[in-house]
């Protein structure tokens, strides 16, 4: 017989965040206290109190993801991915351009990324889609077409404002959602024609930025920022120069605070301390994927895949770029990173993890000599 425990929460994976969450607090501090004082008339806590404040609403929100079954977000993903590409649509006639980039509303003194929004939305519709249409996904006119028009809107919109990262990594989670879902990977070849027309709207910059990346491998210049980030993995050294002793949080690297924030934990904590970063996700990621495979609903399983693999290549995508192993693509570090809008989703997102943990299969246990004897005695 089997069985569905819906009572006990994912607690170790609770803890891999909560730590996440309180080592990215002491070095959104550490890393940003020097640039707040010049900025924000010697405040030196300027940035580290708004980000305090998002964290705690996050934390509000990942309560609430683990409360409410997350069938019911399942019931309004049509919605919410509507939502998310008005959003997408508005930001570019309204929002607010930060180097040369249109990606943000500005609610008072609050900045509000709509794709942070939009990947949810996304993993929740698709999640939605594949299961209504599993039996439909070895036709790819009917069962996976109508979800790639969905994907290309959005990766087009964000391509606008540009932010080709975001871009690159939603469609990469889509792509593991259909496969996961029980698309045939023969489709995946139809998937690339469909990408190749967004290389259209691929910008100049953009290739300067591969081009600088090509140029960095092979020794040739390495961009000003990486080159920064790179100088602060080597003064760390082994074990690190000590928290709130980094030399190049001191506007040698541009925001320390947040893509680039792994930098200054390397220079201050050194290779072991990056390393204890780094195992940290690796063991949310393998969580992630334990509580999906462990989860008996269609739905769960593929919305657990879906949030652990967001989380897995903003993470993993960062750390590479902060290595010069991937072009700089300006992705920040999750719960790490100094943010508003990326920090509170990703904890509603945990939340939403934490619920599916709750609908788990469990086995029972092998039967012992004795109640092996008991039941031949019953038989007899």
């Not at 996050?58 to 683990?66: D, K, N």
């Not at 996700?281 to 999906?292: C, K, M, Q, S």
Request: with cysteine; glycine share 8%.
């Amino acid at each position: 017989m089997r069985r569905l425990d819906t009572y006990r929460y994912d607690y170790f994976l609770l803890v891999v965040v909560i730590l996440l969450v309180c080592i990215g607090l002491v070095m959104v501090y550490s890393a940003s206290h020097h640039i707040a004082m010049k900025k924000h008339n010697e405040d030196g806590a300027y940035y580290f109190k708004k980000h305090f404040i998002r964290v705690i609403i996050g934390l509000v929100l990942m309560v609430l993801g683990a409360l409410i079954p997350y069938r019911f977000w399942l019931r309004l993903s049509k919605p919410m991915i509507l939502v998310g590409i008005a959003l997408l649509v508005a930001v570019l006639l309204h929002g607010v351009t930060i180097r040369n980039a249109t990606r943000w509303y500005k609610l008072g003194g609050f900045l509000f990324q709509p794709v942070d929004f939009v990947r949810l939305a996304l993993i929740f519709y698709l999640t939605d889609a594949i299961v209504r249409k599993r039996d439909y996904l070895e036709d790819f006119k009917i069962g996976v077409l109508p979800q790639l028009v969905v994907v290309g809107t959005i990766a087009i919109l964000l391509l606008k404002q540009p932010d080709m990262g975001s871009a690159v990594i939603l469609v990469a989670i889509s792509l593991v959602l259909l496969i996961s879902g029980g698309m045939p990977l023969r489709h995946v070849g139809w998937l690339s024609l469909g990408v190749l027309p967004l290389g259209l709207l691929v910008r100049s910059y953009h290739l300067e930025r591969l081009r600088d990346y090509i140029q960095s491998i092979r020794g040739v210049e390495i961009p000003y920022q990486v080159k920064q980030a790179l100088i602060s993995l080597g003064n760390g050294g082994i074990f690190g120069v000590g928290l709130d002793n980094s030399i190049q949080k001191l506007e040698y690297l541009p925001d320390p605070f947040t893509d680039f924030i792994l930098a200054i934990v390397g220079e201050e904590f050194g290779f072991v301390g990056s390393v204890v970063v780094l195992t940290l996700f690796l063991l949310l990621v393998v969580e992630g994927y334990r509580i999906a495979r462990r989860c008996d609903d269609m739905g769960g399983f593929l919305l657990a895949v879906g949030i652990t693999t967001s989380l897995a290549l903003y993470a993993f995508v960062n750390a590479g770029v902060v290595c010069n192993l991937l072009p700089t693509k300006g992705l920040p570090l999750p719960f790490i990173s100094y943010g508003g809008s990326f920090m509170m989703s990703n904890l509603f997102a945990i939340g939403v993890l934490l619920n599916i943990s709750q609908h788990h299969e469990v086995r029972p246990r092998r039967p012992t000599r004795w109640a092996v004897e008991e039941r031949f005695v019953e038989v007899v």
